[in-house]
């Protein structure tokens, strides 16, 4: 099975603060992705990544970057955390799909929910 | 602009009583519908894919199907633990490198004993 872990569940920080959400994926999977979920909004997509050191942004990146050093492990950083900043966020990977034997299915680790005092 | 509408936003049903759940969705040149499940506080589940029009795909009390403009997650006499808010998402295949798909804002499900 594939499994998406992420670093904590639950994660309280002060406005200011770096903070850094980690997410490891065991299943080779080339495309990991970043979103953040809020009440009304849905999944919208934060970051998203298609190989190691590579990176494109998504719907709403502004606050946020991105690390991928190794195809397992994909990085969100928040470089100064703000209080609109707390939400539950959330990371996929997927298989890069250009063939047709690949498919896109995205799965999801546990989430992490962040609270920016 | 590839876009998906997913309705409606909330559904309560009485243990047994079936129901469908819709998705609506535009995209240029469809690669695959996909559904999930997620519970309160937790990850989205993946369901299912469908790729083409006509396709349908069973797992216990859901069935998913597809047409060229919409699909239908249909649940089978459904039981409180199915309660849920269903996610429905598309990908085209301009995005099927980067693997990017768009979301619906989902259906909650509420099933009542």
């Known amino acids: 099975d594939v499994k998406v872990t992420q670093s904590s569940r639950y994660l309280v920080k002060r406005t200011g603060e770096k903070v850094f959400l980690e997410c490891v994926q065991d299943m080779d999977h080339e495309n990991m992705f970043w979103y953040r979920q809020d009440p009304g909004l849905g999944l919208r997509l934060i970051y998203f990544s298609y190989d190691v050191k590579m990176k494109e942004k998504g719907d709403i990146p502004e606050g946020y970057s991105v690390s991928r050093e190794k195809k397992e492990r994909f990085s969100l950083i928040l470089e100064s955390a703000s209080t609109n900043q707390t939400s539950m966020y959330l990371c996929?990977?997927?298989?890069?799909?250009?063939?047709?034997?690949?498919?896109?299915?995205?799965?999801f680790g546990p989430g992490t929910r962040l609270t920016v005092l | 602009e590839d876009q998906v509408t997913q309705s409606p936003e909330a559904l309560r049903l009485q243990e047994g009583e079936s129901s469908s759940l819709n998705c609506s969705y535009t995209v240029s040149g469809l690669r695959g519908l996909f559904w999930y499940r997620q519970d309160p506080g937790k990850g989205p589940e993946f369901l299912f894919t469908l790729y083409s029009a006509g396709e349908e795909k069973e797992k216990e009390r859901l069935k998913a199907t597809l047409t060229k403009k919409e699909s239908f997650l249909h649940i089978t006499a459904p039981k409180p633990e199915d309660s849920a808010t269903y996610l429905c998402?598309?990908?085209?295949?301009?995005?099927?490198?980067?693997?990017?798909?768009?979301f619906g804002q989902g259906t909650t499900l509420q099933v009542k004993p």
């Open positions: 998402a598309v990908q085209g295949y301009g995005s099927s490198n980067t693997g990017k798909l768009i």
């Open positions: 996929a990977s997927s298989f890069r799909g250009a063939t047709t034997n690949e498919y896109n299915e995205q799965f």
